[in-house]
Nanobody, 116 residues
Framework: QVQLVESGGGLVQPGGSLRLSCTASGFTFSNFLMTWYRQAPGKERELVASIGATGGWTNYADSVKGRFTISRDNTRNTVTLQMNSLKPEDTAVYYC?????????WGKGTLVTVSS
């Protein structure tokens, strides 16, 4: 079955960096779009960044453009979100998402807390 496992979250000071990873299994990873979402306390889940199947296309929320970079390694079935210049408003649970066969799959999420 499809599994998505996120890692790399934690506590970081404003202006700091974190690197999130999502390891996928149970489907042909290299064929599908991968997306990072986040959900802050009391807010709806929002799209952060997406990357096309080959890595040649990316898309970012305006709030993270220029600070976050999404990438993927199709040999290792991983998608990574490099987050720089973190702000307190980036605090959220970050989720990995994909949609093989028209069904939505989510990881359990990893918590990112940006605080001094």
């Amino acid at each position: 079955q499809v599994q998505l496992v996120e890692s790399g979250g934690g506590l970081v000071q404003p202006g700091g960096s974190l690197r999130l990873s999502c390891t996928a299994s149970g489907f042909t990873f290299s064929n599908f779009l991968m997306t990072w979402y986040r959900q802050a306390p009391g807010k709806e889940r929002e799209l952060v960044a997406s990357i096309g199947a080959t890595g040649g296309w990316t898309n970012y929320a305006d709030s993270v453009k220029g600070r976050f970079t999404i990438s993927r390694d199709n040999t290792r079935n991983t998608v990574t979100l490099q987050m720089n210049s973190l702000k307190p408003e980036d605090t959220a649970v970050y989720y990995c998402h994909t949609r093989p066969g028209g069904m939505d799959y989510w990881g359990k999420g990893t918590l990112v807390t940006v605080s001094s």
